[in-house]
């Protein structure tokens, strides 16, 4: 049984860093393409940074590009988002995604084909 587990999230003021973890367990996700999501209160699902299977390319939203930095560690099978200057408006649940079929994107992957973690609440205040 595949499973993701975020851990890292808190509260901190703006300005501050936070560095959340995804641990996964029951298959390895070395060619697999993996993700950041996050929802806020009232709001849909976005993604927030992903990075490919081979860890060579990595996709940043415009909110967060310069801010977070997205990376793995094949050989602990942890993805990790750091997340620097955080604003009130990073506050949301982020949510750990992995694919399911080798050499995915995980941009262009439809959610039956991805395992989701259970989601770490960030909270940021002003």
């Known amino acids: 049984q595949v499973q993701l587990v975020e851990s890292g999230g808190g509260l901190v003021q703006a300005g501050g860093s936070l560095r959340l973890s995804c641990a996964a367990s029951?298959?390895?996700?070395?060619?697999?393409?993996m993700g950041w999501f996050r929802q806020a209160p009232g709001k849909e699902r976005e993604v927030v940074a992903a990075i490919s299977w081979s860890g060579r390319s990595t996709y940043y939203a415009d909110s967060v590009k310069g801010r977070f930095t997205i990376s793995r560690d094949n050989a602990k099978i942890t993805l990790y988002l750091r997340m620097d200057s955080l604003k009130p408006e990073d506050t949301a649940v982020y949510y750990c995604?992995?694919?399911?079929?080798?050499?995915?994107?995980?941009?262009?992957?439809?959610?039956?084909?991805?395992?989701w973690g259970q989601g770490t609440q960030v909270t940021v205040s002003s």
């Open positions: 029951g298959r390895t996700f070395n060619n697999y393409c």
């Open positions: 995604a992995g694919g399911k079929k080798p050499f995915c994107n995980i941009l262009k992957t439809p959610d039956e084909d991805v395992y």
